[in-house]
T-cell receptor, first 110, second 113 residues
């Protein structure tokens, strides 16, 4: 089993739809969780950190489920500009390295 | 504005040549990282450095070398020993305390002809 796994997609959704991605992790000692957005041929940029209590930023909601060892990202009212690849990054304890998922590709269609 | 600058953005080299990719940050970050990204492979860690004059191998260090002589700079050399050097190379940095949020440079796209 990979340390961090994501469904690569692509997810094709119409504008205005709600879409959710999950990212599962294998190390129960994982402490820090992040969602990054990466546009085609660009660098990843931090979208949200994921907190134990869950957090929301506008149309984006991130949640952590420690019991089942996954994080999720929910996008409401999808915009064309949300089309990108969404990467999850997870830090497992003291090794100071983030482990990355392969990314989930989202295409929002008019 | 603070950030990470990678250069060159695009680089073409002949097989067998060493190339050095530059990474400079003015964020006063302690740790710096080099990743390689290939289609369908995600981000793979090449080398990282948590402090000046010290660095560690990542998951795919073979064929690469780095130095960390200054806090701001972490250049990566792709040597002729790297079998498949054509890739998108990303440099990143973070403060060594607090949240583990990585900031990335815009990347360098290396093509070996």
């Amino acid at each position: 089993r990979k340390e961090v796994e994501q469904d690569p997609g692509p997810f094709n959704v119409p504008e205005g739809a709600t879409v959710a991605f999950n990212c599962t992790y294998s190390n129960s000692a994982s402490q820090s969780f992040f969602w990054y957005r990466q546009d085609c041929r660009k660098e990843p940029k931090l979208l949200m950190s994921v907190y134990s209590s869950g957090n929301e930023d506008g149309r984006f909601t991130a949640q952590l489920n420690r019991a089942s060892q996954y994080i999720s990202l929910l996008i409401r009212d999808s915009k064309l500009s949300d089309s990108a690849t969404y990467l999850c990054g997870i830090n497992a304890g003291n090794n100071r390295k983030l482990i990355w998922g392969l990314g989930t590709s989202l295409a929002v269609n008019p | 504005d603070g950030g990470i600058t990678q250069s060159p953005k695009y680089l073409f080299r002949k097989e067998g040549q060493n190339v050095t990719l530059s990474c400079e940050q003015n964020l006063n970050h302690d740790a710096m990282y080099w990743y390689r990204q290939d289609p369908g492979q995600g981000l793979r860690l090449i080398y990282y450095s948590q402090i000046v004059n010290d660095f560690q191998k990542g998951d795919i260090a073979e064929g690469y070398s780095v130095s960390r002589e200054k806090k701001e700079s972490f250049p990566l050399t792709v040597t002729s020993a790297q079998k498949n050097p054509t890739a998108f190379y990303l440099c990143a940095s973070k403060k060594d305390s607090g949240a583990n949020v990585l900031t990335f440079g815009a990347g360098s796209r290396l093509t070996v002809l």
